[in-house]
């Protein structure tokens, strides 16, 4: 896991990190007398702090933003990107600091719902996401037609996907119901669940992500609501 640098930081660059301040609109705050450290007015933009440093704006108290873990119910209709001139993303379900620096460890189609993690932290999303890391994502599917047992037997030997040159990795079917499974792979190709089922001529008209190695979906997060992972979640995954 990440951890947060113990250097000294210059106190503009650490005001322009921990709001959506620019550095040139974080000097002139610094200099008009606005910005305490240690409950001392400094008005040098170049001043080093410690980045653990109580540090106020006009009373309020900053602090660094450090590796973000977060896990987010996915409801349909949202997108897993930063911006989108169409549709609303998951970052404006969030209410974060400097959100932009979030992004998707494993993303979700539009109409897919579910757990979706969120990080700063690029090895932790990396060991999320790299097939290598054996990371399995756990999906509940609904489909159009009836699961046979030959689809549980091609997906575990892995199956050959539109305009992919390899087979996809093993996967685990577990049929639950004549159109109802659970599935778990350990890749993240596009649309991949969908296009695994279409290969063998059926549609996928639900999907859900429960969980994301030993992640699983908190049952009680309601549909666009997160919380911060716990360190043992956080730990689950080896980076």
């Known amino acids: 896991m990440s951890k947060i640098s113990n250097k000294p930081v210059r106190l503009d660059r650490y005001l ?28 040098d933009p170049a001043q080093s702090i410690a980045v653990d440093a109580e540090v106020n704006l006009n009373g309020h108290p900053l602090r660094a933003v450090g590796p973000r873990y977060i896990m987010l119910n996915k409801p349909r209709g949202f997108i897993c990107a930063a911006r989108d001139r169409r549709h609303q993303t998951v970052l404006d379900l969030m209410d974060e600091d400097n959100p932009e620096r979030l992004h998707v460890a494993g993303r979700l189609d539009i109409d897919t719902t579910g757990l979706v993690l ?3 932290d690029g090895a932790w999303s990396h ?20 699961i046979t047992e030959q689809t549980q037997v091609h997906f575990s030997r ?30 993240g190709r596009y649309h991949q669940v969908k296009r ?4 063998e001529g059926n549609a996928v008209t639900s999907l859900h992500r429960e969980a994301i190695g030993e992640i ?22 080896q980076t």
Do not use: H, N
């Open 16 to 43: 322009a990190s921990v709001t959506d301040y620019s550095r040139s609109d974080a000097k002139k705050l610094i200099k008009s007398g606005e910005i305490t450290v240690g409950g001392i007015v400094v008005r």
């Open 118 to 120: 969120l990080t700063d």
């Open 127 to 146: 060991a999320v996401t790299s097939p290598q890391r054996q990371c399995w994502k756990s999906y509940y599917v609904e489909t159009a037609e009836v």
């Open 158 to 187: 892995g199956v050959f996907l539109k305009d992919d040159k390899a087979r996809t990795l093993p996967a685990e079917l577990d049929i639950l119901g004549e159109c109802v499974a659970r599935l778990k792979i350990c890749e």
């Open 196 to 199: 695994m089922f279409g290969a």
């Open 216 to 237: 699983s979906l908190d049952a009680d997060l309601a549909e666009g609501e997160y919380r911060y992972l716990t360190a043992d979640e956080v730990a689950s995954v």
